[in-house]
């Protein structure tokens, strides 16, 4: 079993900035893909960005050039810097760890930005 544990939401003022944390423990395999999504009231959860154990990122076009993923694997905790906040990225953020055979969720981290 995997535990997900998000920190780092708040509030922000637009333009401002925030950084997420998420530590996973638990049956861990070396290999795995960690991410994050976000869902704001009443839409779907949409990914924001994810990132390899070697380090391979993706980026949600809303993401890109604003936010930065990154992780330690020897804590197995991945980050999310979020620069140049705008009121759309208000959000629950989600933390998901996947493996080849499973995927994981974390409890979710509320972030809003004031306009």
């Not at 604003?66 to 804590?75: G, H, V």
């Amino acid at each position: 079993q995997v535990q997900l544990v998000e920190s780092g939401g708040g509030l922000a003022q637009a333009g401002g900035s925030l950084r997420l944390s998420c530590q996973a423990s638990g049956s861990i395999f070396s290999a795995n893909v960690m991410g994050w999504y976000r869902q704001a009231p009443g839409k779907e959860r949409e990914l924001v960005a994810t990132i390899t154990t070697s380090g391979g990122t993706i980026y949600a076009t809303s993401a890109r050039g604003r936010f930065t993923i990154s992780r330690d694997n020897a804590k197995n905790t991945v980050y999310l810097e979020m620069n140049s906040l705008r009121p759309e990225d208000a959000a629950v953020y989600y933390c998901k760890l996947e493996t080849a055979d499973n995927g994981y969720w974390g409890q979710g981290t509320q972030v809003t930005v004031s306009a």
